[in-house]
Structure formats: C-alpha cells, structure tokens
C-alpha cells in the first residue's frame, strides 16, 4: 500500500506561482509512474502532469505545457509540481496518485489551488 498526502496549495493571483508536494509513505514510490491530476467544480477529473520512474520522461497535458513543471526525488520518496503563470482556469482541488504496471492505483486526498483574478 502506498499513502499519498499532497500539499502546497492556497489562493494565489493569477500570474502567480505554487509548489505543491506529494509525500509518500508505506513503501518507496521509486517503480511507480506518478501523476498529477486535477479536478475543477462541476467538472471531471483530468490528467495534468506524470513523470516516469527513472525521471526521464514525463508526460504533459497542453494545458499546462511550459507553465507547469514536474519533479520527483525517490530518496524523499516525494514529487513535486511546480506551477507557474497561474491562471484563473487552473482553480481546482490537485491530486496525487501513483502508477502501478496498469492503473493510477493510489491517490491522495487532494488539495486546493484557488488563482484570483
């Protein structure tokens, strides 16, 4: 089992930055694919930013391409999502969860981005 606990997030004006963390626990997440979704009110669940277990090679929704920016550090077992150039449409609560060899299996609880215009 794999516990995710995300943080980082708040209310920042638009044009802003945020680093959101992901920490995990109960086994290491080296093996794991891990990903970044988001999901806005009213809306679905969508596909932000995944980054696979060697680092070198990560996957990209256009939304976000060239603003948002993922990163991990297996000795930390955490993963990081750097968010810049925020945008009012990048309000949504942030989840973490991590790729097993067919499904994103574990999640974490989420937590907020709220950008202000």
């Known amino acids: 089992q794999v516990q995710l606990v995300e943080s980082g997030g708040g209310l920042v004006q638009a044009g802003g930055s945020l680093r959101l963390s992901c920490a995990a626990s109960?086994?290491?997440?080296?093996?794991?694919?891990m990903g970044w979704f988001r999901q806005a009110p009213g809306k679905e669940r969508e596909f932000v930013v995944a980054i696979g277990w060697t680092s070198g090679s990560t996957f990209t929704a256009d939304s976000v391409k060239g603003r948002f920016i993922i990163s991990r550090d297996n000795a930390k077992n955490t993963v990081y999502l750097q968010m810049n150039s925020l945008k009012p449409e990048d309000t949504a609560v942030y989840y973490c969860?991590?790729?097993?060899?067919?499904?994103?299996?574990?999640w974490g609880q989420g937590t907020q981005v709220t950008v202000s215009s």
């Open positions: 969860a991590a790729r097993d060899l067919t499904e994103y299996r574990y």
């Open positions: 109960g086994r290491t997440i080296s093996s794991f694919t």
